[in-house]
């Protein structure tokens, strides 16, 4: 079965820089679209980015246009999500998804 396992969440300040992993297995990943959402306190969970097959097509929600990266490395079965110049309002639990399975999430806080 589809599992996915994130990690690399943690507290830093506004203006830093964290980065996710989410390692899968249980599908064949080197095919599979994989996606990040993050769900802040309060509110739902929203659709961060996504990458597609071998990870050279990927998007981003308006938000963290410019400052997220996602990308995949497929001798690993990870998929990665860079967080640059984050800002308070990224603060947020991040989940994987893909297949329609989900990670546990990871917590990230973002905070002086």
């Known amino acids: 079965q589809v599992q996915l396992v994130e990690s690399g969440g943690g507290l830093v300040q506004p203006g830093g820089s964290l980065r996710l992993s989410c390692a899968a297995s249980?599908?064949?990943?080197?095919?599979?679209?994989m996606s990040w959402y993050r769900q802040a306190p309060g509110k739902e969970r929203e659709w961060v980015a996504s990458?597609?097959?071998?990870?050279?097509?990927?998007s981003y929600a308006d938000s963290v246009k410019g400052r997220f990266t996602t990308s995949k490395d497929n001798a690993k079965d990870t998929v990665y999500l860079q967080m640059n110049s984050l800002k308070s309002e990224d603060t947020a639990v991040y989940y994987c998804?893909?297949?329609?399975?989900w990670g546990q999430g990871t917590q990230v806080t973002v905070s002086s």
């Open positions: 998804k893909a297949r329609g399975s």
């Open positions: 249980g599908f064949t990943f080197s095919s599979a679209g």
């Open positions: 990458i597609v097959g071998a990870g050279d097509m990927t």
